[in-house]
Structure formats: C-alpha cells, structure tokens
C-alpha cells in the first residue's frame, strides 16, 4: 500500500504541521535525513540575550493586505470561542509578552510558532506565530493530529467550513504558545543544543537508537528528538481541542467529534490520553461525550 509519510520533520519544531491524509498513517521512528540542519531557529532565539521585556507588548499582526480579508475571518472564528477569546485578550492586555503573528506562503496548509524569548526571570516574553495562507484547507495526520484531522470529510457528521479549520489551526498554534510559557527555557535551549548533536549521531550510526551516546543524549533532553517533538505536538492539539469544545459544546455532534479524537489518540497517543481526556471530560463539553 501507498504510504503517505508524516510530514512535520523533528528538528522543524517550529513548522508544526504540514497537512497530509491520503494513505496510511505511519508513526515517525527515526529521523529523517532532512532534518539535521533545520534547528537554527531555536539557536538563534536560544542564544539571544533577551531584555527583561520588550519594547512593545501585546499582539502584532503583521498580515499582508491581500490576505486581511481571510485572517479577519479566521480571526473572527477563533474569538467566538470562550478560550480563543481569553487567551486572545490576555495577550493582548499583557505588559511584559508580545505575540507576533503572521501570514506565509511557505507551507500554506500548515503553521508555526518559533522566536520564543525569555526575560532572565525565566519569563516568555516573545512567540511568534507563522500561518499558512490557506490554512482553510488541508488535514493533518491522525497520528499527530488526532485533533485537527478530527473535522476531515468522512471522519464526522460535522459539515465544518474553512474558516472553522483554520480557526482549529490557529488555536493548535496558541496551544504551543501556552504550553511554552509554561516551560524551563533551561531545558529548551538545552534540547535545541543536544538535538541536532543527536540527530547527526543517528545518521551516522546506521540509525541505531540504542547508542550508548544516543541512549545518553536522550536522558539529558528528557526523551528523543522524536518524542519531544511528539510532545510539543500533542500540547497543539490540546490547544485545537479546547477551541473545539468550546464551539461544539451544546452541539449534538460534539460527541461525534470527541469520539473520532478519541480513536485517534487511543490508537496512536495513547500515552498522552489523560491530556486530551481531561478537556473531553471539563465543561463546557457534554457529559454525554465523556471519556470515562
Ligand atoms: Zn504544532
């Protein structure tokens, strides 16, 4: 059978998703050849000296003028949930972080958060979100996404539209943003440095993940490349989950909705379940679709 290969390279942290559903679905095991160089964002941000906040804060949308009539709608979309709204609104309000967000041609299905900053307090005081121009189309892989490819055709009864996915997208990306904020930039940075030392190792090694240095290297980062990526990831989709919720609660195809993520997670998240089953089982969501 024709395979579909997952899309999102390791050390492309930062280019989250690239929307892929023909085929079959295969968990990433190595990392693939491409990705050894692309780190640099990561160093780059990881090396900066970082002023205790920066000069401007809030949210800075840098949205070219041909695409303003598409993001206002995506926008729009992703404000008319509870939590789109309060991130969105205590970003905008915050004094020491500035949220950039933006619109690219590259990867145009996709997006990406990088240019994260810290202040010496340990504080994230920077992202910066990169949106794919079309990102009203295009499902990421189930394996991955179990979230987003949730609202593919023939996965649920619910006739989303584009903006409704591209809001699901955007609010997959404010996911990483939350889940940053809530990380030791000691750790980051350090995965940045020993990531591409490790990848480089596993190209070099016939990809034999039980190195002794590469097993070593993996202690250090707090897992592989591969799972820190998977990680991250997952963190995304909690983000796209909670926007979700909050659209679909009260809907009756909510439940069709949490059960198709479900499938997914159990087939091929399972160890991160709890974080997509805690949302599923919180208001507002229906106790009808709990996952207990
Ligand atoms: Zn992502």
């Known amino acids: ?32 050849k491409k990705s050894v160089d692309a780190f640099s964002g990561i160093e780059a941000g990881a090396k900066a000296v970082t002023p205790s906040r920066p000069t401007e804060t809030g949210i800075r949308e840098i949205i070219p003028d041909k695409y303003k009539k598409r ?10 949930s509870d939590t789109g ?7 905008q309000k915050s004094e020491h972080f500035i949220l950039t967000i933006t619109i690219s041609e590259e990867n145009a299905r996709g997006g990406g958060t990088s240019k994260y900053k810290w202040n ?4 994230l005081i920077a992202a910066t979100i990169t949106l794919g121009d079309r990102i009203y189309e295009g499902f990421p892989s189930p394996v991955y996404y179990p979230v987003m490819n949730s609202l593919a055709p023939g996965n649920s009864s619910y006739a989303g539209n584009g903006s409704l996915l591209a809001a699901t997208k955007i609010a997959h990306e404010f996911g990483h943003v939350r889940r940053m904020s809530k990380t030791n930039p000691a750790i980051y940075r350090l995965q940045a440095q020993l990531i591409p030392l490790y990848n480089s190792i596993l190209l070099s090694n016939g990809r034999n993940t039980r190195d002794p240095r590469l097993v070593e290297l993996a202690q250090k980062m707090g ?27 009260r809907q009756n195809y909510q439940c069709t909705l949490f059960n198709r993520i479900r499938e997914a997670v159990e087939l091929y998240a399972r160890p991160y379940r709890d974080r997509f089953a805690e949302i599923a089982d919180a208001p507002p969501a229906s106790d009808a679709c709990s996952w207990q």
């Open 85 to 91: 709204r309060a991130e969105w609104d205590a970003y």
């Open 120 to 123: 010496e307090s340990g504080e």
């Open 1 to 32: 059978m024709k395979i579909s290969r997952i899309v999102c390279f390791l050390p492309l942290v930062l280019l989250c998703f690239v929307p892929v559903v023909a085929g079959t679905p295969l968990r990433q095991s190595v990392v693939p």
């Open 71 to 80: 993001y206002e709608a995506w926008k729009t979309e992703f404000l008319s």
């Open 223 to 249: 897992g592989t490349p591969v799972e820190i990526w998977e990680d991250r990831e997952y963190w995304g989709e909690v983000g796209a989950m909670l926007f979700l919720r909050d659209i679909t609660a």
